[in-house]
């Protein structure tokens, strides 16, 4: 995505990166950054949580329209209102898929 970014902003757009790994959109040099420390796939918040949302949204767009550093970062500071360990658990499928289980099975010591 920083890549992505930086090649959007040749074109005279600018970008801001929402993203769970900051550092390392950092690393590619992304020109603004929001890092939240969310799980993968929710980097605005809950589903469903308007309010949550809203608030990682208003500092995007702040940071879009406030920062003329490239490489500038600014971290929500809103904690996930369950345990990250919980939060990964609840959305791992019951069964793993058939790709996920050969590899296991292939990982497995044979006696």
Do not use: C, N
């Amino acid at each position: 995505m920083p890549v992505l970014a930086r090649w959007i902003e040749t074109a005279g757009i600018p970008t801001v990166v929402v993203t769970m790994m900051p550092a390392v959109a950092e690393e590619r040099r992304a020109p603004r950054i929001v890092g939240v420390e969310f799980p993968f796939g929710h980097a605005f918040g809950m589903p469903g949580d308007k309010t949550m949302q809203r608030r990682v949204l208003e500092v995007a767009l702040q940071v879009l329209a406030g920062s003329t550093a490239f490489g500038t970062r600014v971290d929500v500071d809103i904690e996930w209102p369950v345990p990250l360990r919980d939060a990964y658990k609840a959305w791992q499928p019951k069964e793993a898929s058939p790709i996920v289980r050969k590899l296991l099975a292939s990982q497995r010591p044979t006696s």
